[in-house]
């Protein structure tokens, strides 16, 4: 667990490339199901995600998706992409296209940055 409040929490998706998702604590089937609020913490949080992505692996793409085809609750998927990933251009469920050797750093310290962009990002509306 990288983070958690009373609406969201956000895990690793263990990966050759920096993958986080955000669940909703509350089980919800659709974005849409969700209250405003949890609806603005989800986006708050992949808004958080993506701006700590970037400044701390600098990748070529951010890609988000929200799918739940295999797990039927409300959760975004953002993960770091680079051009020289195994997939890319492909999504990560698409077709490998080389095997990758990526040289990223600590997605362990990225966490800890992560964790503390996150509370600081939610306690701005507290």
Known sequence: MIYENDLIYVEQEVNEIPWV?????KEYKEISDCEEFTQKAIFKAA???????ISFYNPDKIN????????????????????????FPECMWGKKQRD???NLPSFDKFSELLNKNLKECFEKDS
């Open 21 to 25: 998702k955000i669940f909703t604590k």
């Open 100 to 102: 990758a050797k990526l």
């Open 64 to 87: 988000m998706a929200s799918f739940a085809n295999y797990l039927p609750r409300v959760h975004l998927h953002v993960m770091a992409r680079f051009k020289n990933d195994s997939y």
């Open 47 to 53: 808004i958080c995600v993506e701006k700590t992505m």
